[in-house]
């Protein structure tokens, strides 16, 4: 059968033999609520509690075993060096010697949970670290420590909130320094991948993503003051520059600015449905299109552009999926469409030109003869 055992109730019962009443008010308790003490002795000559030898070559058990409830109406202290008359403050309970544990042993046997566990203060070596930790006896691990931290380092509030370098936290996860805080991503090489180190912080000149492996470069910025949705990423995976419901794969909310090239998918294995292009056809509805200078209303007369409407362009030559955008692909089409109708008409000229000056070659040569 699983048996719970209260720790409490081990740790003051195991060691009730220890414990001693004061009259005086050192621990924070009024004298009316302690138990009436006998007269003082001389407590710097009273010994100190000698250390157990129930164990060894010549052992003198010297345990103290309750098979009762123990209740302490005081404070306990527990340690080899406990003294009498051990004044306890505002401690219900104190461990007092160079070594300090507080061990959970568990005699559950499976399939019931049966790991020990220990709550650690200090190493114990020389030049050991100053910690608090909680350790897994049975699997040999120290899962959490605490060192000399400073306040608030780690901070649960009543919302479950949780603050790191504060005592107010006001999200899920609040971190507060003086000096860029930040998450650090860390991948060791241990599982068999490359290492690999990621920073992500944040302070007075920008948030940012830092690669620190490849020389800590800073490959994602955000400045602070960014408007609302300067980078957006829909439900649908589009990304929208300045608006928070693009329409494409990237939806840019205003002008581009672009150091290099565009390069756009015209590849024949992509494209499907070709129909034959009328020339003239586009080249008349070419010619019928208002071509017009205008700039975008709140861009000022500064930045002035020359062009079509959409609305104008797509009745005229129903391309693209929408009469409010102009694709650059349509206009360069049209433009090519237009400049072979007229090469077409410029050849036509040509040849009636041929035939128009080799006719009028051949009526000189009339004239001369009859003028003979």
């Not at 909130?161 to 860390?186: C, E, K, Q």
Request: charged share 20%; hydrophobic share 40%; proline share 5%.
């Amino acid at each position: 059968m699983h048996r719970t055992l209260s720790v409490a109730a081990f740790v003051v019962g195991a060691f009730a033999s220890t414990v001693s009443f004061a009259a005086e008010t050192a621990d924070g308790r009024s004298a009316a609520s302690r138990p009436a003490a006998a007269p003082a002795s001389a407590p710097a000559t009273t010994p100190q509690r000698a250390a157990r030898t129930d164990v060894g070559t010549t052992p003198q058990p010297n345990d103290t075993v309750v098979a009762d409830d123990q209740i302490v109406q005081g404070s306990q202290c527990v340690g080899l060096d406990c003294v009498d008359n051990e004044s306890f403050g505002f401690d219900t309970l104190r461990l007092k010697e160079n070594n300090t544990r507080i061990v959970f042993f568990d005699t559950s046997v499976d399939p019931f949970p049966n790991h020990h566990w220990q709550l650690t203060a200090n190493d114990t070596q020389t030049g050991g670290l100053n910690r608090f930790s909680i350790e897994d006896l049975t699997a040999a691990t120290i899962p959490f420590t605490v060192r000399s931290a400073p306040n608030n380092s780690l901070y649960i509030g009543d919302t479950g909130n949780i603050g790191i370098g504060t005592g107010a936290p006001a999200f899920d996860v609040h971190i507060l320094t003086t000096d860029t805080p930040g998450v650090r991503l860390d991948q060791s090489n241990g599982g068999g991948f490359t290492a690999q180190t990621w920073d992500v912080a944040g302070n007075e000149a920008n948030f940012f993503v830092r690669d620190v492996t490849g020389g800590s470069l800073l490959p994602f910025r955000i400045r602070p003051g960014a408007p609302t949705s300067s980078i957006d990423i829909s439900a649908s995976g589009n990304v929208g520059i300045g608006t928070a419901s693009p329409a494409a794969k990237l939806d840019v909310a205003g002008d581009m600015l672009v150091h290099g090239t565009i390069a756009q998918l015209s590849s024949r294995s992509a494209k499907e449905h070709f129909v034959p292009v009328d020339g003239a056809g586009v080249l008349a509805r070419l010619a019928a299109l208002p071509i017009n200078t205008w700039n975008y209303i709140g861009a000022g007369d500064g930045d002035r552009h020359l062009g079509p409407v959409a609305e104008d362009f797509h009745a005229a030559f129903g391309l693209g999926a929408s009469d409010h955008f102009v694709a650059p692909t349509d206009v360069a089409g049209v433009a090519l469409a237009s400049v072979k109708a007229l090469q077409d008409e410029v050849r036509e000229r040509d040849e009636r030109i041929d035939k128009l000056e080799a006719r009028l070659r051949e009526l000189e040569d009339l004239i001369r003869h009859g003028a003979r």
